[in-house]
């Protein structure tokens, strides 16, 4: 089973507009974290986030929030007022355990932003 | 400015041919690992080293060596490069906090190189 999902290959938002790059995983762990990055057309990874799993309040960094569902397994990125940079492939990568030393990545989301 | 570095960003070469490609971090991080990207199948962990001289294999090790004789550097080494070893690569680096047990912290990469290998 994929430890870490995301089904959305493409989505398309215009500028201004607040979107949703799903997640969900799956582990067994009750300690874990989450990670988002981003990955322009340039190539680089680019840390955006991180929830850990006991974390009580969900992560925000400037426009990127976490939406944290431990119930649920998902760990939605949300980014408000989305803006042509923002065009790029997001991964949601889950680091499983306490001493994970990989961080297990799902295969990504392109985002496209329009004006 | 905190940074992992990677060179080359480029390369293309033969089967056969060994090459190494340096991975350097200036944050001080204890922990380095190295990825493979590849399209539809994300990125996947080669090796890590949660410390100098401590190395250990990732989810697909076969065909690379890495060595860790100085915290900052983490070089990965390809003996003799085939074809199914052209990907895109990515050194990354972590602190690691202490405690009962360790927790490795976000890791930062670096800006990837390019492999192709005829």
Sequence with gaps: AQKITQTQPGM?????????????????????GLFWYKQPSSGEM??????GSYDQQNATE????????KARKSANLVISASQL???????CAMREGRT?????????????VSS | EAQVTQNPRYLITVTGKKLTVTC????NHEYMSWYRQDPGLGLRQIYYSMNVEVTDKGD???????????????????ESPSPNQT????????????????????QFFGPGTRLTVL
């Design chain 1, 12 to 32: 398309f938002v215009q500028e201004k507009e607040a979107v949703t790059l799903d997640c969900t995983y799956d582990t067994s762990d009750p300690s874990y």
């Design chain 2, 24 to 27: 350097s971090q200036n944050m």
């Design chain 1, 100 to 112: 994970g030393t990989a961080l297990i990545f799902g295969k990504g989301t392109t985002l496209s």
């Design chain 1, 85 to 91: 940079g923002d065009s790029a492939m997001y991964f």
């Design chain 2, 60 to 78: 697909v090790p076969e065909g690379y060596k890495v060595s860790r004789k100085e915290k900052r550097n983490f070089p990965l080494i390809l």
């Design chain 1, 46 to 51: 680019i840390f955006l986030i991180y929830q």
């Design chain 2, 87 to 106: 990907s895109l690569y990515f050194c990354a680096s972590s602190s690691i906090s202490g405690g009962p047990t360790l927790l490795i912290n976000e």
């Design chain 1, 62 to 69: 400037g426009r990127y929030s976490l939406n944290f569902q």
